[in-house]
């Protein structure tokens, strides 16, 4: 098979799976409920990654997934990514999350710090039992306050889908998780950005970083100046620009793609629109991120360890989330059981964490099979949710 199939052959044949595949288990297999269709392509990735189709079909495996094809999936899936991060950086409403800081501090700082404090708790734990969790140019607490950190990402994003699904997004209850959610992804790219900061590249960081703060007020108010159709040209190239220059700098193009988005607010293009955008991103171009990310996992040291791990850090992400948010709960006094409901939805991870943690492996922080764990677990902490929210009632659109 690997003699006959040419590159673009070959090309064809993985998009073909890529689109086809986790559709056909979503429809099929009826997943709605407790794993949306954005949830069963990243396990598709996953499935189809070296791990599991790599290991029953070889040779298949290694006919279609050639050099050349590889490249080609990575180039789209950087873009795609970086076009996914800009639209969740617009997605932050930092106004209103100002507006109400005292609440949305509050609760967003414990939902923050106590699934950070329980994550690093498990990460050193783990690390003194399997040191190959940690990667090559990460110092001891480097890798733990990175795992901490992971253990606490919200995906904005998906968060949005999820309760749009559920009904609740325009909602109070919704906007009020969104805004707790805004100030955490604030934080996690501060903290990321802390963890990547490099001794050696130090100034050429502190440049981007200056060099950010003197355009974005700018670009803001040139963009406001504009028309829709110019916002989304001009926005696009202040997004590539950000993205190069934080690679430049060695803080990762992924960094600099939100960064841009930040300075962007959403009011500035029409909702339809703007959904539209964002549909069409998760529709066309993220499941080769998501393939992309499956083809990069790793089980070196065997299936049930990196299971174990996974498990660990999903016991230890949700024991400090429903903890950090039934303390701010009851600080602030909430009704009888808002804030495991609220607690839940900010349990939703899957694609921020999963670009966290590849940012951490192309950094050296993380082993493949630390990874691939956090990869699983971003998995299993989103499918939890849906049904999760149902058991206390939530409303399904």
Not at 17 to 23: E, G, K, N, T, Y
Request: glycine share 10%; net charge neutral; hydrophobic share 60%.
């Amino acid at each position: 098979m690997q003699e006959v199939l040419n590159p673009k052959t070959a090309f064809l044949l993985v998009l073909l799976v890529i689109f086809a595949l986790p559709w056909l288990l979503w429809r099929l297999g009826r997943t709605d409920s407790y794993a949306p269709l954005v949830v069963v392509q990243i396990v598709a990735g996953i499935l189809l990654g070296p791990g599991v189709a790599g290991a029953v079909f070889p040779e298949a495996h290694s006919a279609l997934f050639q050099p050349a094809v590889v490249t080609s999936l990575n180039g789209i899936a950087a873009w795609a990514v970086i076009v996914f991060l800009w639209l969740a950086g617009i997605e932050l409403d930092l106004g209103e999350a100002w507006r109400q800081r005292r609440e949305s501090l509050l609760t967003a700082g414990l939902a923050l710090a106590t699934p950070l404090l329980t994550g690093a708790l498990a990460a050193w734990a783990l690390l003194a039992w399997m040191p190959g969790l940690r990667g090559p140019e990460a110092g001891e607490l480097q890798f733990v306050a990175a795992i901490g950190m992971g253990s606490a990402v919200t995906a904005l994003p998906i968060l949005i889908l999820l309760m749009e699904k559920l009904g609740i997004l325009r909602t109070p209850l919704g906007q009020r998780v969104l805004r707790y959610a805004s100030f955490d992804d604030i934080a996690i790219w501060v903290v990321l950005a802390m963890i990547l900061v490099d001794a050696d590249r130090l100034a050429q960081q502190l440049g981007f970083l200056g060099g950010y703060a003197l355009l974005a007020p700018l670009v803001r108010r040139g963009l406001r100046r504009l028309g829709e159709p110019d916002r989304w040209a001009l926005g696009l190239v202040w997004l590539i620009a950000c993205a190069l220059a934080a690679e430049a700098a060695g803080l990762h193009y992924m960094v600099g793609a939100f960064l841009a988005g930040v300075v962007i607010d959403r009011q500035w293009f029409r909702e339809e629109h703007y959904d539209l955008v964002r549909h069409h991103v998760l529709l066309l171009i993220m499941p080769v991120f998501f393939l992309s990310t499956g083809l990069r996992t790793e089980w070196d040291a065997g299936g049930a360890v990196v299971f174990v791990v996974a498990g660990a850090l999903l016991l230890a992400s949700i024991a400090g989330k429903q903890l950090g948010v039934t303390l701010a709960g009851r600080l602030l006094g909430w009704p009888p059981g808002e804030a495991r409901t609220i607690g839940w939805l900010l349990q939703t991870k899957a694609l921020i964490e999963i670009i966290f943690a590849t940012i951490l492996l192309d950094h050296g922080i993380i082993s493949a099979d630390c990874f691939t764990a956090l990869l699983l677990m971003a998995v299993a902490s989103t499918m939890l949710t849906m049904p999760m929210l149902r058991r206390r009632g939530v409303a399904t659109a």
